[in-house]
């Protein structure tokens, strides 16, 4: 099987080389407005904001970066097939502007915008962000009443284009290879994620590192798992280091990238040169807790109806039973983005196909 990654150097207000309903899912973490490493970034797209900044008026602010991104939810909207899913990973920005403190709800806003383009909010998950502070509180410290929460999550929102979900024809291989454990539905398909943990986050210069604000490669894998079959393609408006290609790569989905900064699409070829390794650890994690989870059931008693066709292990549903594991072999760079080749995973630490050919 092969993958294929584009990226696109440009701004994504106007996406104009991906065609109407070209992609079938949307993985992206904008800019936070009101967040102020990203004021400059806003002032570029708009010099307005930073007027409206300098005069203190941070409602005003808040409403022209927003505008900002509006035309690119408008290009979501086109590029995306009917029933196709996006993903805006968001958080909220809390700040003071002229003596008084507030917060700004980004995902509120975003979650208007999307309303108003047509797209069927679908229910939103929560993950906790992990935080290097020791002080946990703002204002006023141990005395009441005048300390603030401290914004310690993010929002994943989640949004179908359209009422309808995509159609598949009954028994569509695509689909039922890309199936997950019964155990891992259980656990992604939770509103909260506790869970989320490792990054592949590799930047070989500390300005890239400070400028990507990247989330943690679980995020972008997990959605594009829950949210796509083998031979979607998968588009991130806001590329930045390229998280999303690399788990559309590890998760066997074509993808593209858009991105204004050129220097961190050279640099994105410094990380894909771990995902073979990388892709292999993953499958590998996945498979051992799925092992983990069997043996423990059985040493409680449960019997597991069904085993993997392709693999010599049980599993819950009957849904299950065609899994298919692909890990990256190679990563080719292509004259505008990768080319990925996968393979079918035969043998990881005792786990074997159980059509696989002798060696």
Same mark, same amino acid.
């Given at each position: ?20 309903d ?9 800019p ?23 005069e ?45 403190f ?30 290097? *502070? ?38 569509a ?20 994620w ?6 592949? #986050? ?5 300005e ?7 989330y943690?490669f ?22 930045g ?37 990388y ?16 043996? #423990? ?20 549903t ?18 505008d ?21 002798? *060696?």
């Amino acid at each position: 099987m092969e993958t294929h990654h584009r990226v696109i150097t440009g701004d994504s207000r106007s996406l104009t080389t991906i065609d109407d309903d070209a992609v079938e899912l949307v993985v992206t973490s904008p800019p936070y407005p009101m967040i102020e490493m990203w004021d400059d970034l806003f002032a570029e797209l708009d010099p307005e904001v930073a007027d409206r900044l300098a005069e203190g008026d941070g409602r005003a602010a808040f409403d022209r970066m927003h505008d900002a991104l509006d035309p690119v939810w408008k290009e979501v909207r086109r590029v995306l097939v009917d029933g196709g899913i996006a993903c805006i990973n968001v958080g909220d920005a809390t700040r003071k502007i002229d003596g008084s403190f507030r917060v700004f709800q980004n995902h509120s806003r975003i979650i208007s915008a999307f309303e108003s383009l047509g797209f069927e909010p679908l229910p939103e998950v929560l993950w906790r962000k992990p935080t290097n *502070s020791g002080a946990k509180f703002m204002g006023s410290g141990m005395l009441p009443p005048n300390a603030y929460v401290t914004l310690e999550h993010e929002y994943i929102l989640v949004f179908r284009n359209g009422k309808d979900r995509r159609q598949f024809e009954p028994g569509a291989k695509q689909r039922y290879d890309a199936a997950y454990f019964w155990e891992e539905r259980n656990r992604w398909f939770s509103d909260v994620w506790a869970d989320i943990r490792g990054e592949l #986050q590799t930047l070989s210069r500390d300005e890239l590192r400070e400028r990507s604000a990247a989330y943690p490669f679980e995020i972008p894998y997990r959605l594009i798992n829950m949210y796509s079959v083998y031979g979607d393609t998968v588009l991130d408006p806001f590329w930045g280091t390229g998280t999303t290609s690399l788990a559309a790569m590890v998760a066997g989905r074509n993808s593209v990238g858009s991105e204004r900064d050129p220097e961190f699409v050279r640099v994105f070829e410094e990380r894909t040169e771990r995902v073979p390794t990388y892709s292999q650890e993953v499958t590998k994690r996945r498979l051992a807790d799925h092992l983990a989870f069997v043996s #423990q059931q059985q040493a409680e008693g449960e019997e597991f109806g069904y085993t993997a066709d392709h693999y010599d292990f049980p599993v819950t549903t009957k849904q299950e039973t065609s899994i298919q594991f692909y890990t990256v072999a190679d990563v080719q760079q292509t004259a505008d983005g990768y080319r990925a080749v996968h393979e079918p995973v035969e043998r990881i630490d005792g786990v074997e196909r159980s059509d696989a050919p002798d *060696s």
